[in-house]
């Protein structure tokens, strides 16, 4: 069932390269949004949660279980959430109000 | 491993790949939103190809599906209501109490996972990022509510130092890295667990309490690459190399991140991490001395050299932001571009509360995109301009910081100095976080406006109107 740990630490330093790559490119005026959206991405964690969740049958798990998938959704739905609010500030806007004899 | 696994694990793969490329288009302001779109897009699919996976799989006890339905709902509503409801001011925060729950999750997946196979014997394998995940993510959890807290004031954003706080901190750190050694070597016992649970969490209150509020938003934009980490090592301990991706992407990001924020402050983030900036301990004041003196004047003199100039830089600080300002400085500047002067907006690194807020807050009063120039734009602008109109910007606009041997010395500064003249909005002559006077306040050519940002620039607005008429 389980992948060979040398892949996943293969996959693991790959992903933190690309990360570092994509990143640095990013103008500072975008930091924020940025950084939400890497916020929101790391709601993947949801994922996990449910995973998790699937499997849990004591009281106990189901508890940590809930607050997890809780606490993931939270994270990813709010996360990507708030990030669209800020990136809908930057829309490009229509050109300023046409001239008064056009209406 | 059977088809459906298979062609799973496949969408997993894809979604992995449009997180990095939503990354790669929030590069540039046009496809920013597209990116994020695309990115929140595959999360959707991931999520409903994990269902998928758990519903074939079979063998889920009802209340485990109650679990996941309540929980889901609980999260998603919570968390969509406080992102569309917070005001733009208040978004750092918020960021940081989304970072603190997907930190909490990432510590939870790991303990819930250690929980269930009590008896079994955990292998390493497990139990190694098990430990470091949960260690990880509930540093993050306490860390980022503790900043959300100094963001919001419900906790004083002064550096909060008590009697052995700094051996505490120690005591937590190391007492984490044994319960660590303790459930890889004995992964059966709840003491271990416990302790690797417990002392993180006080861990993550005590690193961040001496922690000044100006420094937050580099110690935000750390727990998250925090958190990104902790995602990682949970997918090491579930065997889910779709959380080992996008959580290294999300740690690579902060990390970048962090250093570029401690960077525009020139602040190193181990200074930072040990705390202290701020407590002004044994820091003089370099300014002028005793006989500097302060020129005011009145909102009236500030609309007749701003509507007869020809070139205007507004300088936007976090006095703005605080007294929600964004729209009042929107309306002066379309005011005065209406009588023909150019305007221009200097965006200093951190100005706001993290890079690039001040962009999104003035974003939200509609100032076009094109009017926000950085620091390396605008800084050789300042010699034309004929009034730098600064708001609620304090150490950014220090020229001490040209001078070696002050606490602000070789951070990055705009200019405003150099500008023809300078108006300087400011309730009082306090200082910044830097805690030292600012030398441009005592130029000669410097006019001081005594008032909230919000309240001198509704004055402006209305002197300005009334000199059109």
């Known amino acids: ?103 | 491993m059977d088809t459906l696994d298979t062609l799973i694990r496949y969408v997993f793969l894809a979604a992995a790949a449009c997180f990095v490329l939503g990354l790669h288009l929030m590069n540039a302001p046009a496809t920013a939103r597209r990116g994020n779109l695309l990115s929140a897009g595959a999360m959707a699919v991931a999520v409903v190809a994990a269902v998928v996976s758990i519903v074939a799989h079979g063998g889920v006890d009802p209340t485990a599906w109650a679990v996941m339905v309540l929980g889901t709902a609980v999260g998603a509503v919570a968390g969509a209501h406080a992102a569309r409801t917070v005001r733009m001011t208040a978004m750092p925060q918020l960021v940081s109490l989304f970072n603190a729950v997907g930190g909490g999750a990432a510590a939870l997946l790991a303990i819930s996972h250690v929980v269930q196979a009590d008896g079994e014997a955990l292998g390493a394998r497990v139990t190694v990022p098990g430990g470091l995940d949960i260690a990880i993510g509930a540093v993050a959890f306490t860390g980022s509510l503790v900043a959300a807290a100094k963001l919001q004031g419900v906790i004083s954003g002064a550096p909060l130092v008590f009697r052995g706080s700094r051996a505490l901190a120690v005591g937590t750190l190391l007492a984490t890295l044994a319960g660590i050694v303790w459930l890889v070597a004995a992964p059966g016992q709840l003491p271990a667990l416990a302790l690797v649970v417990a002392a993180p969490l006080v861990f993550g209150l005590v690193a961040v309490l001496p922690i000044g509020g100006a420094d937050m938003p580099v110690v935000i934009s750390l727990l998250n690459a925090f958190t990104g980490l902790a995602v990682a090592l949970a997918g090491f301990v579930i065997d889910e190399p779709v959380l080992v991706i996008a959580g290294a992407l999300v740690g690579a990001s902060g990390t970048i991140l962090t250093k570029l924020m401690a960077d525009a402050m020139n602040r190193s983030i181990v200074a930072i991490m040990l705390g202290g900036f701020g407590t002004g301990r044994g820091v003089p004041s370099t300014a002028g001395g005793p006989a500097a003196r302060v020129r005011t004047v009145t909102p009236e003199d500030v609309s007749i050299q701003l509507a007869y100039a020809q070139k205007v830089i507004i300088v936007p600080g976090y006095g703005l932001a605080a007294a929600r300002a964004q729209h009042e400085i929107a309306t002066l500047a379309s005011l005065l571009e209406e009588r023909g002067v150019e305007v221009s907006y200097a965006i200093h690194p951190v100005a706001g509360r993290m890079p690039g807020h001040m962009n999104v807050l003035l974003a939200e009063a509609d100032v076009p995109y094109s009017q926000l120039k950085d620091l390396e734009e605008i800084n050789p602008e300042f010699p034309q301009a004929d009034v730098a109109l600064v708001v609620g910007a304090n150490d950014v606009t220090n020229p001490a910081a040209r001078r070696p041997g002050t606490p602000v010395s070789g951070m990055p500064i705009l200019d405003v100095d150099r500008a023809r003249s300078a108006v300087v909005i400011k309730r009082s002559m306090g200082h910044g976080y830097a805690g030292i006077d600012n030398e441009l306040y005592t130029s000669p050519r410097t006019g001081m406006l005594f008032a909230d940002a919000k309240q001198g620039l509704t004055e402006l607005i209305a002197a300005v109107r009334a000199l059109v008429r």
Do not use: C, W
């Open chain 1, 1 to 103: 069932m389980s992948t060979d740990l040398v892949v996943v630490v293969t996959i693991f330093v790959l992903s933190l390269l690309v990360g570092f790559e994509v990143i640095s490119k990013v103008p500072p005026t975008l930091h924020t949004p940025l950084m939400s959206g890497a916020n929101a991405i790391h709601g993947i964690v949801f994922i996990g949660a449910l995973l998790v969740a699937a499997e849990a049958d004591t009281v106990l798990e189901h508890v940590l279980a809930f607050a997890a998938v809780a606490f993931g959704a939270a994270n990813v739905v709010g996360g990507y959430v708030v990030t669209d609010r800020m990136l809908h500030m930057f829309r490009a806007r229509p050109p300023r109000q046409p001239a008064a004899g056009q209406e």
